[in-house]
């Protein structure tokens, strides 16, 4: 983005939503980055998603990334679905893994696995409390690196338990079991 008049994009500004979701994109792979995973962004702008995620074990995630600003009472509206000249459609677990969303000046991430989003072409994210008698399902994806990370490979492996760690199911899980509990971890 060239520097003009001391603002910044090609429309003097970046009131452009392409500068603002390349800002985005920057900030994103800044974000991943620091916490030790590989980004990557495809060539073209042909696909559904945005940037590719490496997270090992022999995993890539398709990321879609978002920026939001706009106001909704006390949260903000994010258009979750993409656009053809006359319709909304909203993305699907075959072409997109994650939408990621920032809340523009806030520093808040939002990590949302597309399956999260049922179809819904819009969603509302309500990072300082929501509104009195609305439920906020999308909080716990706030912050949610986690789900990037190898960390989500490993507890496909098995069950997640409530505390947090993996449940190893089968024949091998009993005999974790029985090590534990002789002692002999």
């Known amino acids: 983005m060239g520097k003009r008049n001391g603002r910044y994009g090609k429309s003097g500004g970046c009131e452009h939503t392409k500068d603002r979701g390349d800002l985005a994109e920057m900030q994103f792979m800044v ?11 495809p060539y073209g702008d042909n696909e559904k998603y945005d940037l590719i995620v490496d997270a ?7 990321v879609q990334v978002k920026s939001t600003a706009a106001r909704h009472h006390r949260g903000f509206a994010v258009r979750a679905s993409w656009r053809t000249s006359h319709h909304q459609i909203s993305y699907k677990p075959s072409q ?4 990621a969303v920032t809340i523009v000046g806030e520093g808040i991430w939002y990590l949302i696995p597309v399956r999260a989003l049922a179809g819904r072409l819009t969603i509302h994210l309500y990072p300082f409390g929501n509104r009195r008698g609305s439920r906020n399902g999308f909080e716990k994806y706030r912050g949610a690196w986690d789900l990037l990370s190898g960390g989500k490979a490993v507890a496909r492996r098995g069950r997640r338990r409530r505390g947090g760690g993996v449940a190893v199911a089968g024949k091998r899980a009993r005999r ?9 971890g």
Not at 32 to 41: E, I, Q
Not at 56 to 61: A, E, F, I, N, T
Not at 176 to 184: A, D, L
């Open 56 to 62: 090992g074990w022999r995993r890539l995630w398709r």
């Open 96 to 99: 997109v893994d994650f939408i």
């Open 31 to 41: 974000a991943v980055s620091s916490r030790g995973l590989v980004v990557a962004k």
């Open 176 to 184: 974790v079991r029985s090590r534990i509990g002789s002692g002999r």
